[in-house]
């Protein structure tokens, strides 16, 4: 058994708190495991080091952790963020990273985190909460099924190489000088 795999028969108490100074690199070093290029290429958002302080700086009280009591250990968290739009009487929330160490999944921990973000988000005033993932993530979106989202939205994301463009630019500002 891996070490820090917990026992079946030993009764493991979860907490959840808001994430801390101390947590941060924690929390990178567990979204390193579970957010790599291979499982998450869209590049629109990826996981480093800004994306944590970004989240934690900009929005601190939706950024929650689960942690082992006993070792005080992080096996989990949240980082969310609000979204306010003009013209628009509706707040929009964000779940924008949920991550479970892998060696605690499958026993209720995310499931206790979204419903702590659940509560802040409902305090703050969200009439709508968001969530995207990867169309293949079965995982994922069973978890956002089982929590009540609904409606799922097609989005296709494209691409344009501009390395033509670039070497183009480049070239009118060699010639213009
Ligand atoms: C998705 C994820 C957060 C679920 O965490 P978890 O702690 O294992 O989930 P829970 O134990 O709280 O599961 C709650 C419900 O979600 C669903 N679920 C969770 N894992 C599942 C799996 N492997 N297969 C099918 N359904 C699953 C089930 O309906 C489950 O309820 P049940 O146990 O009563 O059947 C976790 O697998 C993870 O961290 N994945 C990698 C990161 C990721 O994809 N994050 C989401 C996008 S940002």
Not at 5 to 24: A, F, G, V
Not at 48 to 55: F, G, S
Not at 130 to 144: G, P, Q, R, Y
Request: hydrophobic fraction near 35%.
């Amino acid at each position: 058994m891996n070490e820090k795999e917990p026992s079946k028969n030993k009764k493991i108490n979860i907490i959840t708190r808001h994430m801390e100074i101390d947590d941060l690199a924690k929390v990178f070093h567990l979204g390193e495991k579970l957010f790599t290029a291979e499982k998450v290429p869209t590049l629109y958002r990826t996981w480093d080091e800004y994306e944590v302080l970004t989240l934690y700086q900009g929005d601190s009280e939706f950024c929650l952790v689960a942690e082992e009591e006993e070792k005080e250990e992080i096996v989990g968290f949240t980082l969310g963020t609000t979204i306010s739009k003009s013209h628009s009487a509706w707040k929009y929330g964000h779940l924008v990273w949920l991550g479970i160490d892998p060696d605690w999944q499958g026993q209720g921990i995310a499931k206790k985190l979204f419903d702590h973000f659940l509560d802040l988000m409902i305090e703050d005033g969200v009439r709508i909460l968001l969530v995207d993932t990867e169309s293949d993530n079965k995982k994922a979106i069973n978890f956002f099924y089982k929590m009540g989202f609904k409606n799922p939205q097609d989005h296709v994301y494209l691409t344009l190489n501009l390395d033509n463009q670039r070497r183009q630019y480049r070239e009118k500002e060699i010639y213009d000088h």
